[in-house]
């Protein structure tokens, strides 16, 4: 306890017997915090932001549609679609044809855009700009660069979903044909039309012209209608057969291609807007309270860093110098 009232003790009569020297170095510290600090040496910057869902994502392998979404912000087709649409080279005063130009673009766009995803699994999007309105028309640019990008993407797999459609309804049309085309001649040659009720018709015929007496003229026809029916009824009942599930697959596939076809030309947009950005009315960087506050801070702990080591040279003198005194 007495150390620690001897420490205390030690350092307030450091901070009385240098307080002038601490006062010049608060006042010149703060100064020129205030000075540096200033728009003049620092541009205040504006903060823009937006609070997206995910909407009509359809997520890949284990990504929920929150990470698919953070992956398609980070899309350069996204930075470069914000970059030309607001001339941001320019904006940035950066020459993109010199070295390294295009690197520095990138990484002032990344420096001044962040995109992250809250714990409610939405995502925010923020800007950072000198120009308030251009913070918040970057912020409303990249989510639609992204419903373009998410759209652009969907398409492309839709298309492949077309294409399988569309082969697969033009095989079973062409099965369709070929197997009408059977069914045509059955029907030409053999007067075969419908199995089941030409059977029937057919025997009923038959035994009313035995019961009847009827004329031999028809007794002929109708034999020859029940040897076609025995001899191709069945192949021509198989072949009808075959033709309706060849139908009903085709019929399938043209719902499943009107159905991709409709989805191709869909204008669907892949975000819920939240919270929409706004032109900012209040600086959000740089803090110059917090810069003034460390600078102040600093140079005070520098002074009396300086203070110690020359309080303790004093106490503490380099062997010899005292010999040398005495002499």
């Given at each position: 306890?007495n ?10 009569n ?26 003049f ?12 869902y ?7 392998s284990?990504?929920t ?21 607001f ?19 990138v ?70 044909d070929?197997?009408?085309a ?5 029907r ?7 199995y ?19 004329r031999?003229?028809?007794l002929?026809d ?16 198989k072949?009808?057969q ?9 019929n ?9 076809l ?16 706004f032109?900012?009315?209040k ?15 600093s ?7 300086l203070?110690l ?12 110098t005292?010999?040398?005194?005495n002499?």
């Open positions: 306890m150390e620690y009232l001897e420490s205390n003790r030690y350092f307030i450091l901070f009385v017997k240098w307080k002038l020297h601490f006062i010049v170095v608060t006042i010149v510290a703060l100064v020129a915090a205030c000075v540096f600090s200033s728009a040496f620092i541009p205040p910057k504006y903060k823009s932001f937006a609070l997206i995910p909407s009509n994502i359809i997520p890949y284990s990504e549609p929150s990470e698919q979404l953070l992956q398609l912000l980070e899309s350069a087709d996204i930075r470069n679609a914000v970059v030309q649409k001339g941001l080279a320019a904006h940035y005063d950066i020459d993109t044809t010199g070295d390294a130009g295009y690197t520095d673009l990484n002032t766009y990344l420096s001044n855009v962040e995109v992250r995803r809250t714990q409610f699994n939405s995502i925010e999007i923020r800007v950072f700009d000198t120009d308030p309105k251009l913070a918040s028309d970057m912020v409303m640019e990249i989510i639609n660069a992204l419903n373009v990008k998410a759209r652009s993407l969907q398409r492309e797999k839709t298309k492949e979903v077309v294409v399988i459609f569309k082969n697969l309804m033009d095989t079973k049309k062409r099965q369709v070929s197997i009408d059977v069914l045509q001649e059955y030409v040659k053999y007067q075969l039309l419908d089941d009720i030409q059977t029937e018709e057919v025997t009923k015929s038959y035994y009313k012209a035995l019961s009847g007496g009827a031999k003229e028809n002929k109708i034999d020859a209608m029940m040897r076609n029916l025995e001899e191709k009824g069945g192949e021509y009942y072949t009808k075959t033709l309706d599930i060849t139908l009903n697959s085709f399938t596939a043209k719902l499943e291609y009107d159905q991709a409709s989805d191709l030309n869909k204008e669907l947009t892949y975000t819920n807007i939240v919270s929409k950005p032109p900012a009315d600086k959000s960087y740089p803090v110059r309270w917090l810069i003034v506050l460390i600078s102040v801070s140079a005070n702990f520098f002074l009396l860093f203070i080591i020359k309080d303790a040279s004093k106490s503490n003198p380099v062997p010899g005292v010999e040398k005194a002499e």
